[in-house]
C-alpha cells in the first residue's frame, strides 16, 4: 500500500515569511495529491490539491509543487500570517483501479509568531 | 446545507462497552470515509463505503464494523470497547473517487 512521509512535523516562522512543508510517496501509481489545514479542535478542510499532469498549481499565498520522477510534492505558503498557524496534512491517492483510499502524511504543526 | 454531522460529539466508554457512532451528510455524496485521529499519527482509514449498501476496510479496520444501509448515513460500531481505541473519530463524505473530502466535526471518545 502507499506510504506517506511527512516533514517537518514542526515548524515554526515570523510572521511574513515563508513555510514549506515536504512529503515522499511511494507508490508511483499515485495521480492525487491533495493538503489539508486543520485548526486546533477544528475538522480538516482542503486547501489545495495537484494531480500528476501539472507540475505546480498556485492559489494566492499558496502553492503545490510535485515532482513524480523523484516520488515528492511540497506546499508552500508566502508571507505566513498568524492565522496560518495550524496542522498541514499532505495525502496522496492512486485513483486509478479499485483502490478508494487516501493516505495521509503524519502532519506538520505550523506556528506563525507575531 | 448540514454537510457532514456526527453524533455524539464526546462519549466515555468502560472497556468492553459497544456504541454506535453515526455520521450523516445533506450532499447526496456516494463515497463516505471513517477515520481516526491520534497524536502524530495523522489521520488513519478505518472503512469507507463506496455507495450505499457497500462497505470495505480501510487501514485499522480491527475492533471497528460499519454499516452503510442508507446513501446519507454511514454508521461506525464499537462492539467491545479497548483504551486503545481512545481516540478522535471524523467521518468524511466526497462526491468522487478524487474529490474534495467533507469532514464532520469529530466525535471524542474516551474509553477508560
Known amino acids: 500500500g502507499e506510504n506517506v512521509e511527512q516533514h517537518p512535523s514542526t515548524l515554526s516562522v515570523q510572521e511574513g515569511d515563508s513555510a514549506v512543508i515536504k512529503c515522499t510517496y511511494s507508490?508511483?501509481?499515485?495521480?492525487?495529491f491533495p493538503w489539508y489545514k486543520q485548526e486546533l479542535g477544528k475538522r480538516p478542510q482542503l486547501i489545495i490539491d495537484?494531480?500528476?499532469?501539472?507540475g505546480e498549481k498556485k492559489d494566492q499565498r499558496i502553492a503545490v509543487t510535485l515532482n513524480k520522477t523523484a516520488k515528492h510534492f511540497s506546499l508552500h505558503i508566502t508571507e505566513t500570517q498568524p492565522e496560518d498557524s495550524a496542522v498541514y496534512f499532505c495525502?496522496?491517492?492512486?485513483?486509478?483501479?479499485?483502490?478508494?483510499?487516501?493516505?495521509f502524511g503524519k502532519g506538520t504543526l505550523l506556528t506563525v509568531n507575531p | 446545507n448540514a454537510g457532514v454531522t456526527q453524533t455524539p460529539k464526546f462519549r466515555v466508554l468502560k472497556t468492553g462497552q459497544s456504541m454506535t457512532l453515526l455520521c450523516a451528510q445533506d450532499?447526496?455524496?456516494?463515497?463516505m470515509y471513517w477515520y481516526r485521529q491520534d497524536p502524530g499519527m495523522g489521520l488513519r482509514l478505518i472503512h469507507y463505503?463506496?455507495?450505499?449498501?457497500?462497505?470495505a476496510k480501510g487501514e485499522v479496520p480491527d475492533g471497528y464494523n460499519v454499516s452503510r444501509l442508507k446513501k446519507q448515513n454511514f454508521l461506525l460500531g464499537l462492539e467491545s470497547a479497548a483504551p486503545s481505541q481512545t481516540s478522535v473519530y471524523f467521518c468524511?463524505?466526497?462526491?468522487?473517487?478524487?474529490?474534495?473530502?467533507?469532514f464532520g466535526e469529530g466525535s471524542r471518545l474516551t474509553v477508560l
Open positions: 468524511a463524505s466526497s462526491y468522487k473517487r478524487n474529490g474534495e473530502l467533507f
Open positions: 507508490d508511483s501509481a499515485s495521480n492525487y
Open positions: 495537484i494531480r500528476s499532469n501539472v
Open positions: 495525502a496522496a491517492m492512486d485513483s486509478g483501479g479499485s483502490n478508494y483510499k487516501l493516505t
Open positions: 450532499m447526496n455524496h456516494e463515497y
Open positions: 463505503s463506496v455507495g450505499e449498501g457497500t462497505t
